[in-house]
């Protein structure tokens, strides 16, 4: 994590110190929640609608941190305290990141995309980590405060940052590629997440496709070629890009330059060949459900052999890999049924594909769980009926759902779907007991919805899992 002076941290920040004394005060960190302050570090109070981090900063010194920022439109504490001054504590958390990383040997690979950031970020860092050392984005921490938090926990001997760049609004992805400048670029794919506020799918691959605004010249995008949006975007004569950079292609279609073959899947996850003219045809697996994670692994393998990690502990690192919790999350519970948690978030596309792994499961019944898909816009309502007629009676014996917008799949389902095997509820106890009644050994229930919904809380009596 970083480590200077206080006069290091006023000089990287845009600040200036309140007293010349604390200019060789060591700083060791950087916190912006007072509740969490680690000995040593440096206390950023942000400043936001119903909140104010001013107010603690007094707390914060108090409970070990060496220092903090204070922002220049806020009256002086009373008590003498080792500050530096800044014109916003934001902009200088930010500032601070984009210098630090500066100062550091490292290369840095960032990814975006409407699905699949998460695991294929986890899957990009198992991969880098059998040769390099790695620091990685820790859960959501993907926004203007996380990621130049996450930077700046980052040990100062990290050979290949791997940060995840999340977005809800064109901008944020620009902001977050040039504070950190990567060397590589990954999106994964281009969704209908955010419709709500950016509109269209194209809209959404704009704002996706400005994380190689900042990449570095020489870098390189590694992207889905089987989405025209992103070409159609890449090519969009305002579409900012470095003078110099390369593009590398994953996705079913034979014009990628990563093509899977042969994708098997089976009890634990996926497996697949992939045939080179230098390497040949080579195996991998990995712990996950679907066929949209073969393409997440893709998305890796080609960061992989980038780096030139040598193809045996590629393959290794895939088939160990450790991913965030709730993204098709396979536990077996204490009563003999499996559970496929995938309730971290949700869009239609991402719904169908857990739908595509439920129907693929062997034996017992498929119980679907399906909950409201948020900030999907004007469309809302025709999106979730869309995803509920896209539902097979053969591949899904029960559909249930949660939400008024879930409701709206139900609908969806009930013109083609027989009527006793399609079930809504808008309590959340009801619908536990519900399943409580049905749900036999063997059986398989997935779980999906937005995050907001909360929907692994119905399973809790059978299962506790932390996230």
Same mark, same amino acid.
């Given at each position: 994590?970083?480590?200077?002076?206080?006069?290091?941290?006023?000089?990287?920040?845009?600040?200036?110190?309140?007293?010349?004394?604390?200019?060789?005060?060591?700083?060791?960190?950087?916190?912006?929640?007072?509740?969490?302050?680690?000995?040593?570090?440096?206390?950023?109070?942000?400043?936001?609608?119903?909140?104010?981090?001013?107010?603690?900063?007094?707390?914060?010194?108090?409970?070990?941190?060496?220092?903090?920022?204070?922002?220049?439109?806020?009256?002086?504490?009373?008590?003498?305290?080792?500050?530096?001054?800044?014109?916003?504590?934001?902009?200088?958390?930010?500032?601070?990141?984009?210098?630090?990383?500066?100062?550091?040997?490292?290369?840095?690979?960032?990814?975006?995309?409407?699905?699949?950031?998460?695991?294929?970020?986890?899957?990009?860092?198992?991969?880098?980590?059998?040769?390099?050392?790695?620091?990685?984005?820790?859960?959501?921490?993907?926004?203007?405060?996380?990621?130049?938090?996450?930077?700046?926990?980052?040990?100062?001997?990290?050979?290949?940052?791997?940060?995840?760049?999340?977005?809800?609004?064109?901008?944020?992805?620009?902001?977050?590629?040039?504070?950190?400048?990567?060397?590589?670029?990954?999106?994964?794919?281009?969704?209908?997440?955010?419709?709500?506020?950016?509109?269209?799918?194209?809209?959404?691959?704009?704002?996706?496709?400005?994380?190689?605004?900042?990449?570095?010249?020489?870098?390189?995008?590694?992207?889905?070629?089987?989405?025209?949006?992103?070409?159609?975007?890449?090519?969009?004569?305002?579409?900012?890009?470095?003078?110099?950079?390369?593009?590398?292609?994953?996705?079913?279609?034979?014009?990628?330059?990563?093509?899977?073959?042969?994708?098997?899947?089976?009890?634990?996850?996926?497996?697949?060949?992939?045939?080179?003219?230098?390497?040949?045809?080579?195996?991998?697996?990995?712990?996950?459900?679907?066929?949209?994670?073969?393409?997440?692994? =893709?998305? !890796?393998?080609?960061?992989?052999? /980038?780096?030139?990690?040598? #193809? &045996?502990? %590629? $393959?290794?690192?895939?088939?160990?890999?450790?991913?965030?919790?709730?993204?098709?999350?396979?536990?077996?519970?204490?009563?003999?049924?499996?559970?496929?948690?995938?309730?971290?978030?949700?869009?239609?596309?991402?719904?169908?594909?857990?739908?595509?792994?439920?129907?693929?499961?062997?034996?017992?019944?498929?119980?679907?769980?399906?909950?409201?898909?948020?900030?999907?816009?004007?469309?809302?309502?025709?999106?979730?009926?869309?995803?509920?007629?896209?539902?097979?009676?053969?591949?899904?014996?029960?559909?249930?759902?949660?939400?008024?917008?879930?409701?709206?799949?139900?609908?969806?389902?009930?013109?083609?779907?027989?009527?006793?095997?399609?079930?809504?509820?808008?309590?959340?106890?009801?619908?536990?007991?519900?399943?409580?009644?049905?749900?036999?050994?063997?059986?398989?229930?997935? =779980?999906? !919805?937005?995050?907001?919904?909360? /929907?692994?809380?119905?399973? #809790? &009596?059978? %299962? $506790?899992?932390?996230?």
């Amino acid at each position: 994590m970083i480590e200077t002076n206080l006069q290091g941290i006023a000089s990287m920040c845009g600040g200036e110190l309140l007293r010349a004394q604390d200019e060789q005060q060591l700083i060791t960190g950087v916190c912006t929640d007072s509740r969490q302050i680690a000995q040593g570090g440096l206390f950023v109070p942000l400043v936001g609608e119903r909140f104010d981090g001013h107010t603690y900063v007094e707390q914060a010194i108090a409970d070990g941190a060496h220092a903090a920022l204070w922002q220049k439109d806020h009256p002086l504490p009373k008590a003498p305290l080792p500050l530096v001054l800044v014109e916003d504590t934001l902009e200088a958390l930010q500032l601070l990141a984009s210098n630090y990383i500066r100062t550091l040997p490292v290369k840095v690979v960032a990814v975006t995309g409407s699905n699949g950031k998460t695991t294929t970020k986890d899957l990009i860092a198992s991969v880098l980590s059998r040769t390099f050392r790695v620091h990685k984005t820790d859960g959501n921490f993907n926004n203007h405060i996380g990621l130049p938090l996450t930077v700046l926990r980052m040990p100062k001997d990290t050979d290949i940052a791997v940060l995840e760049m999340g977005m809800s609004s064109r901008g944020e992805i620009e902001l977050l590629t040039k504070l950190v400048h990567p060397d590589v670029a990954v999106i994964t794919n281009v969704g209908e997440a955010h419709l709500l506020q950016l509109g269209s799918r194209e809209e959404i691959a704009r704002a996706k496709m400005e994380i190689i605004s900042g990449l570095k010249p020489d870098g390189v995008l590694i992207c889905h070629g089987d989405e025209p949006l992103l070409a159609q975007v890449f090519n969009e004569e305002q579409t900012e890009k470095p003078a110099s950079m390369s593009v590398i292609t994953f996705g079913l279609g034979i014009h990628c330059d990563y093509r899977p073959e042969g994708i098997m899947q089976h009890e634990d996850g996926m497996s697949f060949t992939l045939t080179s003219p230098s390497i040949g045809t080579s195996l991998y697996s990995i712990p996950l459900l679907g066929r949209h994670n073969v393409l997440n692994a =893709l998305a !890796a393998l080609a960061v992989g052999r /980038l780096f030139r990690v040598p #193809e &045996p502990m %590629i $393959s290794a690192a895939m088939s160990s890999a450790s991913i965030s919790g709730m993204r098709i999350e396979k536990t077996v519970t204490k009563d003999g049924w499996i559970l496929l948690n995938d309730a971290y978030n949700a869009s239609p596309t991402a719904m169908k594909a857990a739908l595509d792994v439920l129907a693929s499961v062997k034996g017992g019944s498929r119980i679907a769980i399906l909950g409201d898909m948020l900030e999907l816009g004007p469309r809302e309502v025709e999106l979730h009926e869309e995803v509920g007629a896209g539902i097979s009676a053969d591949t899904v014996d029960e559909l249930i759902t949660y939400g008024k917008l879930g409701a709206a799949i139900a609908k969806g389902a009930k013109g083609h779907f027989p009527a006793e095997a399609v079930h809504s509820f808008d309590d959340k106890n009801a619908l536990r007991d519900y399943l409580l009644n049905i749900v036999k050994p063997g059986d398989t229930v997935l =779980l999906k !919805a937005s995050r907001g919904m909360k /929907l692994e809380e119905i399973v #809790e &009596p059978w %299962i $506790s899992t932390e996230h």
